[in-house]
């Protein structure tokens, strides 16, 4: 029995010493947190023009109104490049030619990129 006790008396120690380490580790991760938080705050006061995304959609209705590219035109180009009957016997998915340098790949009808069919890139004036 008063092996018990001792052991007993050993585990309540070992119990408060852990439960105080904890509270001491908890306010010390407290304390981390609250510096993390403040230079998370000086980082983004500092670097705030580096969170501003330009969609492509933007650059697209830049490169209409500021150099007067005709996006409708350059679509009907693309568009007249292709052959429907090529794209619907694929079920609508594929690279597809549009002219010396570049292919369309399309998906599901839809031309999402263009891409280079070789490394020559043709230079366009704007």
Not at 23 to 43: F, G, P, V
Not at 64 to 89: C, F
Not at 94 to 114: D, E, H, L, W
């Amino acid at each position: 029995m008063i092996k018990l006790e001792r052991e007993k008396r050993n585990l309540d120690k070992e119990i408060f010493r852990l439960d105080r380490k904890v509270k001491e580790d908890r306010a010390a991760l407290i304390s981390k947190r609250e510096k993390l938080i403040d230079i998370h705050n000086k980082l983004n006061n500092v670097t705030c023009r580096n969170t501003i995304h330009i969609t492509d959609h933007a650059v697209l209705r830049y490169l209409e109104r500021v150099y007067g590219l005709d996006i409708g035109q350059i679509k009907e180009e693309i568009l007249d490049s292709i052959e429907p009957s090529q794209v619907i016997e694929l079920g609508g998915n594929g690279k597809f030619p549009i002219n010396r340098y570049q292919k369309a790949i399309i998906q599901n009808y839809n031309i999402i990129t263009m891409i280079d069919k070789k490394k020559v890139v043709r230079r366009v004036k704007v």
